[in-house]
């Protein structure tokens, strides 16, 4: 196991309490390796508008140019992890600012780490941030070809930043920001209730889906308990079923939830399953993830009534077997893995490692 003790220093677009899944994950992420590894982090802040509480491990740029970044930036011989979405530090996915400053400091002899949680747009097509796509792909290369290690949260990432830069890329579906439960009770001892949590519009399209109403009478659900901003119309009822709307809760509350639950809804694009963070809780505390999408895209070793309950298929057989091969799935990659690969990284010698 390893056990150096240092500092590393992780860029963020934004901390909690802001609303930020880039920012909560390097949160999450710093706890797990400092308590594991020994490893302190500082972490920087790309958004001058960013309030800190007063934490002097917390920095945060007073404007988004390279030179205002590069007075934050460690000594060379403190690594740097990235933690890398072209939107989260420019209103349309292109930092030249932060592509400059890590190119002067790399170019010292810097060790940079860039963990992609996005590449570039693709789509929708005629949105703003689609137009300057060519610009957000040059700017991800250059940080790619900086990087000395990079990771990322799908697969078809890994090959697109290796077709890219020749460069491998580690594979790390995200982990739960809510909790984990290693060893979940079985689905027959919980509850029979299923929670509805996220966005107030994935919700929305949740309630929307003619079918829902049918699956919980499937699964004998009692109640729904829907987590998250308020909805536009309140619900209080789904036919016979109870729904009780607990708002935005914090983690160790929907951690609680999850762990007595049977089953979650989340509606996603089944091919980026691996990034959401929703379908992450679900199998993190070993309830049946139900998937609302309107397409059948098998990636990142996700299979359709195997590892999760696709909305259009017809009910499974075992909703247990479908549960504990989410969860199995999941421990591949929790917070404990993910702080152990990075770590690994961040040895002085990070770069020669295989397995890193």
């Given at each position: 196991m390893l056990t150096q003790s240092s500092e590393i220093v992780m860029i963020v677009p934004k901390l909690p309490a802001a609303i930020d899944g880039l920012g909560d994950y390097g949160f999450q992420l710093a706890q797990q390796l400092e308590q594991a590894y020994g490893w302190k982090t500082r972490f920087i802040v790309g958004d001058p508008g960013w309030r800190s509480s007063g934490a002097s491990s917390v920095s945060s740029i007073s404007a988004r140019s390279s030179e205002a970044l590069v007075t934050l930036l460690p000594t060379t011989d403190t690594p740097i992890l990235l933690h890398y979405a072209g939107h989260g530090y420019a209103k349309r996915g292109c930092p030249l600012w932060l592509v400059e400053a890590l190119t002067q400091w790399c170019k010292a002899g810097g060790r940079l780490i860039t963990m992609f949680h996005e590449l570039y747009a693709t789509r929708p097509i005629f949105s703003s941030a689609t137009l300057t796509r060519h610009f957000q792909k040059r700017l991800a290369v250059k940080l790619m070809t900086l990087s000395d290690r990079t990771f990322t949260n799908r697969q078809s990432y890994a090959e697109k930043i290796h077709h890219l830069s020749q460069k491998s890329a580690i594979v790390l579906p995200v982990f739960s920001n809510v909790g984990e439960c290693l060893y979940p009770k079985p689905l027959a001892a919980r509850s029979r209730t299923l929670v509805i949590f996220g966005s107030p519009r994935s919700r929305q399209e949740i309630y929307q889906q003619s079918r829902l109403e049918q699956i919980c009478h499937r699964l004998k659900i009692e109640t729904i308990i829907d987590i998250g901003a308020a909805l536009s119309v309140e619900l209080n009822?789904?036919?016979?079923?109870?729904?009780?709307?607990?708002?935005?809760?914090?983690?160790?509350?929907?951690?609680?939830?999850?762990?007595?639950?049977?089953?979650?809804?989340?509606?996603?694009?089944?091919?980026?399953?691996?990034?959401?963070?929703?379908?992450?809780?679900?199998?993190?505390?070993?309830?049946?993830?139900?998937?609302?999408?309107?397409d059948l895209n098998h990636?990142?070793?996700?299979?359709?009534?195997?590892h999760y309950w696709w909305m259009l298929s017809p009910a499974p057989e075992s909703i247990q077997a479908i549960a504990t091969s989410a969860h199995n799935w999941y421990l591949t990659h929790s917070l404990q893995v993910h702080a152990e690969k990075f770590a690994q990284c961040f040895e002085m010698n990070s770069v020669i490692l295989p397995n890193c």
């Open positions: 009822q789904l036919g016979t079923i109870s729904v009780q709307s607990l708002g935005v809760l914090p983690a160790e509350k929907i951690s609680a939830i999850l762990s007595d639950a049977i089953a979650g809804i989340v509606s996603y694009p089944t091919a980026f399953l691996a990034k959401s963070g929703i379908f992450a809780a679900y199998c993190s505390h070993g309830v049946l993830p139900i998937v609302i999408s309107s990636q990142d070793r996700l299979e359709a009534n195997h």
